[in-house]
């Protein structure tokens, strides 16, 4: 019986090539999935389960949060569907939760909102332990303007000049919800609310609020950024490593 099996995945995407399949690898969360749930599924070589994400995830980016589905034949339980994709899968991928859903249920046309964290380490020590989730900072941004900054990105923008692809057809306009900037001990964290993001958003978001932190920009030339719908006048693109997709919402 074939049925719409919901899925909320949690994954360290430094091995990866992103979330969605890649020429040439097999390297990709969505990839890894659809390989174990295929094998569980008893299809016959050539043919593949596919998995449907809330979103696609760059190379090196984490997941706390990823939701996504996918049509299986199969008379399993949820929890023996998840029992089998845990002892399947690699170590860096895990299936927190499996649940059957409505037939019209699509983890990416349904979402209505995501929240991303971008962590930053400040401090003189390394973060062994912490490398692989964390970016390290030369130095101190002032938390105050980054905030004041953060404040004109909020609401409806189009954020085009904050859009990693040149080529970008689709509207560029995007709604945040909320930026909160925090610092905890030696872990400066930026998490994200909005209605959906384009690629690399958050992490220029991020840089272009360090550039403010560090002097290089005022809060006020934020509103000028965002009029002027060019990548350029926006600061640099942060790397993945720092940036993990925490919930999605439905």
Sequence with gaps: MKKNV????????????????????DMT???????????????????????????????GVHARGMVANAILDTEMSAEEIRAYMEQYLPEDITVAEVKFCAERFHSRFKAIGKQYCYTCWIGEEKPVFERRFVTVLPKVPDIDRMREAAAYLEGTHDFKAFCGNPR???????????????????????????????????RILTGTLLEVGYGNMAPEDIPAVLESLDRQQAGPTMPPQGLTLLHVDY
């Design 6 to 25: 919901k899925f909320l995945i949690r994954y360290d995407g430094t091995r990866y090539f992103g979330w969605e399949h890649q020429p040439n690898t």
């Design 168 to 202: 970008m057809k689709k509207s560029t306009v995007r709604f945040i919800k909320s930026i909160e900037i925090r610092r905890s001990g030696n872990h400066l964290r930026f998490y994200y609310q909005g209605n959906g993001f384009l690629q690399h958003m958050v």
């Design 29 to 59: 969360i969505q990839g890894k999935l659809e390989n174990v749930l295929s094998r569980m599924a008893g299809l016959p070589e050539g043919e593949t389960v596919t998995v449907i994400g809330a979103g696609r995830t760059d190379a």
